[in-house]
């Protein structure tokens, strides 16, 4: 966790949203994807994954003026964090995801933890159940995908962390020779959530994100008490279709129900009752 989400809101929604001061969607920016993405970084995305550029809301002085108040932008970062000391970008693959518990220890991510940090927009994350009942046609225990997002309704927001990574090989003013890439937080899933995986994404309330994004606030202990997580119950899930399993399917039918008649040995996340049978 995370692998997957959905991020279907427009520019414009999370303009609104965010109270971007800054639209940098369309800055010239640095992929690590051979062909290009799809659907085009930017546009709604119903299955987010590792190496794709996502839009993500962060907090920096404006270009060219370094002494000038920090402006919220909206950018497109690349998922899977690449540290600024690293040969390659080939790290970010395994970065996807930063552990809240190591957050602050980490080499890779302690830097950005107290200076670059940021939030992923999302309607919600895919995550996989593992059956302790029922097996595949491979004999391995079946994978039972859900969707969880907010029950309340409003907009859902990753902690994230971002690093910028620079090609050596490019100058100075070309704008790919810069990699801006970003991992979600996670932390211990919470009572219910648990009974689909042993981790969620750190999501921050509304209320917090001034706080969260102000690259002004380096305490550490300020940052950790982010990290103990927010108040349980804000979530709901349910399963969804296999079809989320490949990248190649991308539409809103990934995110809707799948009735009872299609789940196999699934646990639901509420009740601990198993649907489907053995």
């Known amino acids: 966790?995370?692998?997957?989400?959905?991020?279907?809101?427009?520019?414009?929604?999370?303009?609104?949203?965010?109270?971007?001061?800054?639209?940098?969607?369309?800055?010239?920016?640095?992929?690590?994807?051979v062909n290009p993405q799809d659907p085009p970084a930017g546009t709604p995305d119903f299955n987010m994954a590792p190496t794709k550029q996502a839009p993500v809301v962060l907090t920096r002085r404006p270009r060219g003026e370094p002494d000038g108040a920090p402006t919220r932008q909206l950018r497109l970062l690349t998922w899977g964090l690449v540290p600024p000391w690293s040969k390659d970008t080939k790290s970010g693959l395994r970065m996807i995801n930063a552990r809240a518990e190591e957050l602050l220890a980490k080499r890779a991510f302690a830097k950005a933890a107290v200076s670059r940090r940021c939030l992923v927009p999302a309607d919600g994350w895919?995550?996989?159940?593992?059956?302790?009942?029922?097996?595949?046609?491979?004999?391995?225990?079946?994978?039972?995908?859900?969707?969880?997002?907010?029950?309340?309704?409003?907009?859902?927001?990753?902690?994230?962390?971002?690093?910028?990574?620079?090609?050596?090989?490019?100058?100075?003013?070309?704008?790919?020779?810069?990699?801006?890439?970003?991992?979600?937080?996670?932390?211990?899933?919470?009572?219910?959530?648990?009974?689909?995986?042993?981790?969620?994404?750190?999501?921050?309330?509304?209320?917090?994100?001034?706080?969260?994004?102000?690259?002004?606030?380096?305490?550490?202990?300020?940052?950790?008490?982010?990290?103990?997580?927010?108040?349980?119950?804000?979530?709901?899930a349910w399963p969804v279709s296999t079809a989320v399993n490949s990248v190649r399917n991308n539409s809103d039918a990934l995110v809707a129900p799948v009735g009872e008649g299609e789940l196999h040995g699934v646990v639901d996340p509420e009740t601990g009752e198993v649907i489907g049978g053995e």
């Open 1 to 33: 966790m995370c692998g997957r989400y959905a991020s279907s809101a427009s520019p414009e929604d999370l303009i609104e949203e965010f109270d971007i001061d800054e639209d940098r969607l369309l800055d010239v920016t640095r992929s690590v994807l």
């Open 126 to 236: 895919y995550e996989w159940q593992t059956s302790p009942y029922v097996l595949d046609a491979k004999g391995k225990p079946r994978k039972q995908p859900f969707f969880v997002r907010r029950g309340d309704g409003d907009q859902l927001a990753f902690a994230g962390v971002y690093e910028f990574w620079r090609d050596r090989s490019k100058t100075d003013d070309d704008p790919l020779g810069w990699l801006t890439s970003y991992s979600i937080i996670t932390m211990a899933a919470e009572s219910g959530l648990d009974r689909i995986h042993d981790r969620q994404p750190l999501v921050i309330d509304r209320d917090q994100w001034a706080t969260w994004l102000d690259p002004t606030v380096t305490d550490p202990d300020v940052v950790q008490g982010f990290l103990e997580g927010g108040p349980a119950g804000r979530f709901e």
